[in-house]
């Protein structure tokens, strides 16, 4: 359906989501694992349609093109989620149009960047209880909170799962100790 060797333009695909509509959204990556501070964005969330029921796709939509350290996408609640390491962003499209309503909104930020390796913050899913969950890997510790959350109102986790409730903008982690959860 949308494999990097017959369809170069989803290079380096880091995680995929099925919308409502039975579209296929990607976050592709140029730059995973490089990150260089200063560096141009050039993440993409894209979205494949199969329009004529061939099992292939045939529409390519760019949603966003501006992401940097992409590592994952949900779509719900009037928008788009994106990990876009070091933040959680929301990005609005409440008409449902395939064009963001405005820019991102840093939702949470202080998720660990470096090393790299597996250490980033990945996998959004929503959960059946409306919460969306995430992983967090294994080198590195995170501080996440919304941005101007102090220290002490911030959520520690390396190595586990955690999640984030839109209307209440809480979050909490929900596990602890795993291996590499990428």
């Given at each position: 359906?949308?494999?990097?060797?017959?369809?170069?333009?989803?290079?380096?695909?880091?995680?995929?989501?099925?919308?409502?509509?039975?579209?296929?959204?990607?976050?592709?990556?140029?730059?995973?694992?490089?990150?260089?501070?200063?560096?141009?964005?050039?993440?993409?969330?894209?979205?494949?349609?199969?329009?004529?029921?061939?099992?292939?796709?045939?529409?390519?939509?760019?949603?966003?093109?501006?992401?940097?350290?992409?590592?994952?996408v949900e779509v719900g609640h009037g928008?788009?989620?994106?990990?876009?390491?070091?933040?959680?962003?929301?990005?609005?499209?409440?008409?449902?149009d395939d064009v963001p309503d405005g820019?991102?909104?840093?939702?949470?930020?202080?998720?660990?960047?470096?090393?790299?390796?597996?250490?980033?913050?990945?996998?959004?899913?929503w959960g059946p209880d409306g919460w969306?969950?995430?992983?967090?890997?294994?080198?590195?510790?995170?501080?996440?909170?919304?941005?101007?959350?102090?220290?002490?109102?911030?959520?520690?986790?390396?190595?586990?799962?955690?999640?984030?409730?839109?209307?209440?903008?809480?979050?909490?982690?929900?596990?602890?100790?795993?291996?590499?959860?990428?």
């Amino acid at each position: 359906f949308a494999g990097e060797e017959r369809f170069p333009e989803i290079a380096n695909p880091i995680q995929c989501r099925w919308d409502s509509h039975g579209r296929l959204w990607v976050s592709t990556s140029q730059a995973y694992p490089h990150v260089y501070p200063g560096a141009e964005p050039r993440d993409r969330l894209v979205i494949l349609e199969d329009a004529d029921g061939d099992g292939r796709h045939d529409r390519r939509t760019v949603f966003w093109d501006q992401a940097r350290m992409l590592t994952s996408v949900e779509v719900g609640h009037g928008g788009v989620w994106a990990i876009c390491l070091p933040q959680l962003l929301f990005i609005p499209d409440a008409d449902r149009d395939d064009v963001p309503d405005g820019p991102p909104r840093v939702v949470l930020d202080g998720f660990h960047l470096g090393p790299i390796g597996h250490t980033p913050a990945n996998g959004l899913k929503w959960g059946p209880d409306g919460w969306l969950y995430a992983r967090h890997g294994i080198q590195a510790t995170s501080a996440i909170g919304p941005p101007a959350a102090g220290e002490s109102q911030r959520v520690r986790i390396t190595t586990g799962v955690w999640r984030y409730h839109p209307p209440r903008g809480r979050v909490e982690a929900v596990l602890h100790g795993m291996t590499n959860s990428w």
